[in-house]
């Protein structure tokens, strides 16, 4: 990947991050309530993968039509709420294994469990990353494997904007972990809202990618075209 690429996709994180914050300011009442709605849902635990998949697609409706629309969030629900306990299930393997060799090392001294516990750091923030984005993806529709795999890619070819993610993620849950309130009420909705936002601006950039390669091709194809024509009119 080129430093253009590279810096494109770094300034792509920061108007994420300052959309999603413009929709909160727009959009209080509901981001509230997803945020409350997220906080409770996730309480039994087990449920927090579909509880997150609902605080996404809550976020999404309200990103395009300023109203949370229930009947779109429950239908996602009902179509990918087995995949979404997967992705946290997955989600806690990672880390589980880094605090397993971590705390190895921590008691014996071993430099091999020091060295697997870093990369099971390592693997967690990645998945974490990677995992948000697919949550996304799967909120728009998207099949669960292309969610994971279009999450996955896109990580690796930015991957100063995977670190960057997870930076201002981390960032913003403990700014809302100062202020208190702001925690359960702002930060589950506004860390959904930078993820979709994230998303949508690579999918503008992708289709404008697309319409540029259009573009370039069509005096080819109009060339051809009219080489049909001729020889149609010709008879050769």
Same mark, same amino acid.
């Given at each position: 990947m080129s430093?253009?690429? *590279? =810096?494109d996709a770094t300034v792509g994180v920061h108007?994420?991050?300052a959309t999603a914050?413009?929709?909160?300011?727009? #959009?209080?009442?509901?981001? +509230? %309530?997803? *945020?409350?709605?997220? +906080?409770? =849902? *996730?309480l039994p635990l087990? &449920? !927090?993968?579909? @509880? &997150?998949?609902?605080?996404? $697609? %809550?976020?999404?409706?309200v990103r395009e039509d300023g109203r !949370?629309?229930?009947?779109?969030?429950?239908?996602?629900l009902r179509? #990918?709420?087995?995949? %979404?306990?997967?992705? $946290?299930?997955?989600?806690?393997?990672?880390? @589980? !294994?880094? +605090?397993?060799?971590?705390?190895?090392? %921590? @008691?014996?001294?071993a430099p091999l469990a020091g060295v697997l516990g870093a990369v099971g750091f390592y693997l967690a923030y990645h998945a974490w990353v990677v995992f948000a984005l697919a949550f996304v993806s799967l909120a728009d529709g998207a099949d669960p494997v292309d969610a994971v795999t279009g999450g996955y890619r896109w990580s690796v070819e930015n991957p100063v904007a995977t670190v960057l993610v997870g930076i201002v993620t981390g960032t913003l849950l403990v700014v809302s972990a100062?202020? &208190?309130i702001a925690l359960p009420l702002v930060f589950p909705a506004l860390a959904a809202a930078f993820h979709t936002e994230?998303?949508?601006a690579t999918g503008d950039a992708s289709d404008g990618d697309e319409t540029d390669a259009t573009v370039s091709q069509e005096p080819s194809v109009v060339g051809e075209d009219r080489r049909n024509d001729f020889s149609t009119t010709f008879g050769r």
């Open positions: 430093d253009g690429d *590279s =810096a108007r994420a991050l914050g413009r929709q909160v300011y727009r #959009h209080p009442l509901p981001m +509230v %309530a997803i *945020s409350v709605g997220w +906080v409770l =849902a *996730s087990v &449920t !927090i993968g579909p @509880a &997150t998949l609902g605080a996404y $697609s %809550a976020v999404r409706s !949370i629309d229930r009947g779109a969030v429950r239908e996602t179509a #990918h709420w087995l995949d %979404a306990v997967l992705f $946290s299930g997955l989600l806690v393997v990672f880390p @589980a !294994i880094a +605090v397993l060799y971590l705390g190895q090392y %921590a @008691a014996t001294g100062a202020l &208190t994230l998303v949508a």
